[in-house]
């Protein structure tokens, strides 16, 4: 028998709504396997605790997250509490102390899913986004000078180091490889005149040790421009932090919407845990009404599944959705349905059985 231990941080609006249903699915492949069981234990934090206690997580939040084996995220941030604290203290916290400098973000339109694209099938539509997670222009390097005066400066450094470019860019390269895809590079050397013309370089230079791996590079604005118009360009794609962040919103557009768009946070390295999430945030307008889109949040438990190594069981998740977004009987508002988030959940579920049955 392998038991994980998953911590569980809920945090704010829908993040609770939709990691219950992405535990209903681990415990339903739990009780499917029978060799494999997961232990959750929550953790209360977020913008409420913090408008308790002060802070985002106590003190020794980290050293207890170190513990579980993988970290299950719904949302953080809520009006109420300034985005840049929750975030930093919490979220960014996490990816950056535990090194989980690989999000992985696939853009597939799964079968099923709505594309507002026109003449686009699923086959064109299939990327897995590799978003440098933990320096770039999230470094939190910068100032704030003279601050409140008429001459005030404010100063957000990107930070790109020789060690965070070439892991970044080399992770791409061996999913590249073993996937058989070819790697695109997005960046912005014409006018990021020292970090991204370092970017390319160190592109061009790791790509020399992978001559089997065809490559592309694009600079953001174009890229941007053929995700929409000619989305099959792109396969594996290796791009910067804040690049990462804007072009995935973009992609989950392109696949369903924010409801449909998962994201690991990876240590590839396994010396802490890494996190799994839904992309989207912690949706205030649909908070506390059972409309959310649980989807996103159960796609990422077949991430964790995937990088747990149990890649049957991802698949058999990501299959389970499909049979549920194309049977389109029970899809959130979002979807054009209208069925509660925990309806969405039981629906999954019961496919998950019926495949593996
Ligand atoms: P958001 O993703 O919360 O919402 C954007 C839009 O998408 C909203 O209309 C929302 O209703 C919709 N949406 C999002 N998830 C959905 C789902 N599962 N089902 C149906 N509809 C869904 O982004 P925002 O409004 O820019 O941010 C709200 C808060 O969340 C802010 O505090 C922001 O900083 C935070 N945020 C947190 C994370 C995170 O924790 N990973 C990510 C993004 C934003
Ligand atoms: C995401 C989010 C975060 C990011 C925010 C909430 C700090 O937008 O995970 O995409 O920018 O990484
Ligand atoms: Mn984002």
């Not at 939709?18 to 913008?47: H, M, P, Q």
């Not at 919490?90 to 079968?111: E, M, W």
């Not at 989207?280 to 506390?288: F, Q």
């Amino acid at each position: 028998m392998k038991n994980y231990q998953i911590a569980v941080i809920n945090g704010d609006g829908i993040g609770p709504e939709v990691l219950r249903e992405g535990i209903k699915i681990l415990n339903t492949v739990s009780e499917l396997d029978g060799a494999l069981s997961f232990n959750f234990k929550e953790y209360d934090w977020g913008c409420q605790y913090y408008l308790k206690n002060g802070c985002m997580m106590p003190m020794d939040g980290m050293d207890r997250l170190s513990q579980s084996d993988a970290i299950y995220l719904g949302a953080v941030g809520y009006p109420g509490v300034p985005d840049h604290i929750s975030l930093w203290d919490l979220l960014l916290t996490i990816r950056k102390g535990f090194d989980q400098y690989v999000n992985l973000r696939p853009i597939k339109l799964l079968d099923g899913a709505p594309c507002p694209l026109k003449d686009v099938d699923a086959s064109e539509l299939d990327m897995l986004v590799v978003r440098e997670n933990s320096e770039g222009e999230y470094a939190g390097a910068g100032d704030w000078l003279y601050k409140g005066k008429p001459h005030e400066v404010v100063l957000q450094t990107g930070v790109f180091s020789r060690h965070g470019t070439e892991r970044i860019i080399r992770y791409a390269f061996e999913e590249a490889r073993k996937a058989g895809k070819t790697l695109t590079s997005i960046s912005k050397g014409n006018a990021l005149n020292y970090s991204m013309v370092f970017w390319d370089q160190v592109f061009a230079e790791v790509g020399r040790e992978y001559p089997d791996v065809k490559t592309a590079s694009y600079l953001v604005d174009a890229a941007s421009m053929f995700f929409v118009k000619d989305p099959k360009r792109f396969e594996v794609v290796v791009t910067s932090n804040l690049f990462g962040d804007i072009l995935t919103d973009l992609g989950a557009a392109l696949t369903g919407g924010m409801g449909l768009a998962a994201g690991a946070n990876l240590n590839p390295e396994r010396k802490y845990p890494s996190m799994f999430e839904p992309i989207h945030g912690s949706a205030p307008d649909i908070a506390g009404q059972n409309k959310s889109n649980p989807m996103a949040a159960i796609w990422s438990v077949s991430q964790m599944l995937d990088f747990f190594g149990h890649e049957d069981w991802g698949a058999q998740v990501l299959g389970a959705l499909e049979d549920v977004l194309r049977e389109h009987k029970y899809l959130t508002p979002d979807l054009g349905g209208t069925a509660a988030t925990y309806e969405v959940g039981d629906a999954v579920a019961a496919a998950l059985r019926k495949r593996v049955k």
